[in-house]
């Protein structure tokens, strides 16, 4: 028997590009949904006809490239070049075309806005097609890393840390000149001169970071990547990372909302659960979170705009161990609503003055208003001593304005455990899939804009590739083709979002705040980096 013998290679074969894809393949999918799509209403920088030099690509091939990379788990421009020249499927896709790959780079960075819009469309197609009850969403959020090391991620404590050192070293080396003068040796003398230049241009460079830090009210500084934040990631692991925030429907665990910040989860419920609204055009929401976004102010905004939210409570606190036991917790006192007072574990009522107070967390947070309820009778009381340790032995509880709301929160969350419980099965995986199992734990581009651009268009293509599994090839290969895009229902949803702005750095470099001082800090350093020819400090 012989073997299964290749085709020469010298053979002559007649065929077209059709007959290299077959009739079910997925790249057929992505060709109907890309060529419904009008990429200038979506806010795409389309490529126009230029009647001299050399002509350019359709805009329509990068999304169609960018799509099928995404969804193959290849997203780097490079890796694309060199696909579009060797993959059969590519080369049906765009019609055997082979942009470079600076080209290929520059249309994801340039349509950041363009590919959020073309995820918010592509949720009006699931919402057509009934994928999405809009009744119920989960909301959870991911770190991915950003392109800044942690050595390039400034804060006061480690630029003063940096700071002492050179300090200290600085005054060694002064020491040793002091040595080598006396022994006459000018060549170590005009090396150990060069090491004290370099501490002095470094002393620069940090006390300008610490400058630029102290009038922007931000805590730290990333050098590489301006937007991007250490935040904690895991237990004690701190990572310079952005926060990609999703929230995922119930009955299919598909994505209806996303966007990335620079924060941690505790202030971004509200704008997720805004978002989620506006995209499925629902009129009421329930929103499903851990505990890691229990905030007051954030659960009074969605109750606010008739969103229901189930958020994990945190535990409650002793912060007084020595003069509060556990009955006399803040959570055994009941509040009536109707009166405004407190009854204790005794049975005592503690009233309120009617005067609010203004608390703030720290400088940049954003603080809220408490009143203070107490009674006389706690002089009295037989267990005082069990209940507070203060001097004047009076008992205070603090009530804040948020109070109402996130009570009622509590009770929902108490009275549903098995819809909370729905909560990880519905949204949990989704990230699993996109971190673990395709690799996209990280982002390549600067700027918190352009990384939501590139998660926008991850999230996409994870809906894609889940609908693909829900529905069979030929039936929505069809719909796809048939499926006619309400441009007017974006611009409507642009609308309701627009107001729900996401908390963005403040500009690097604020020059009309400086002093003088600052200033010929600032231009020294600038000095400096064009010096060193290095794009190690960059400045936005």
Known sequence: MNFIEPLNRSQLTFGSLDDLVSADNPVR?????????????????????????????????????????YLNGIRSSRRLEKECERNTELQWLIGSLTPNYHTIADFRKNNPKALRNTFKLFVLFLKEEELVSGDVVAIDGTKVRAHNGKKNNFNPKKIARHLAYIEEKTNEYFDALDELDKREQPELVKEVKQKIQRLNDNKIRYEAL???????????????????????????????????????????????????????????????????????????????????????????????????????????????????????????????????????????????????????RSERAIGYQYKKYSTSSCKTCPVRHLCTAKADGRREIERSEFASAVEANRYRYQSNPELYRKRQEINEHIFGTIKRKWGYNHTNLIGIEKVNGEMSLIMTVYNFKRVMNIYKFDDLLLKLKNWKPDYEKIIRTLFKTARIRLKMPISFLQIENFSMRKMSRIMRLLCLIVKSNTRKWIID
């Open 210 to 360: 610490g400058d630029l830090m102290e009038d922007s009210g931000e805590p730290q500084i990333s050098t590489t990547d301006p937007d991007s934040r250490a935040l904690l990631v895991q237990g004690q692991v701190v990572e310079v990372c952005y926060n990609t925030q999703a929230a995922v429907d119930s009955k299919h665990k598909l994505v209806v909302a996303t966007h990335t910040i620079n924060r941690n989860d505790r202030n971004a419920l509200s704008a997720i659960a805004h978002e989620a609204k506006a995209n499925l055009g629902a009129s009421s929401l329930t929103v499903l979170a851990d505990k890691g976004y229990h905030n007051g102010r954030q659960i009074q905004e969605c109750t606010d705009s008739k969103i229901s939210t189930i958020v994990a409570h945190s535990e409650i606190v002793n912060s007084n161990s020595k003069g509060t036991t556990e009955a006399y917790m803040v959570d055994k006192f009941t509040y009536k609503d109707n009166d405004d007072t407190y009854t204790c574990p005794q049975g005592q009522t503690l009233k309120s003055t009617g005067t609010w107070y203004t608390k703030n």
């Open 29 to 69: 999918l992505i060709d109907a949904f890309a060529d419904n799509l009008d990429l200038k209403r979506l806010g795409f920088d389309v490529n126009v006809l230029n009647t001299q030099g050399r002509p350019a690509f359709e805009s329509i091939v990068f999304l169609k490239l960018y799509f099928y990379g």
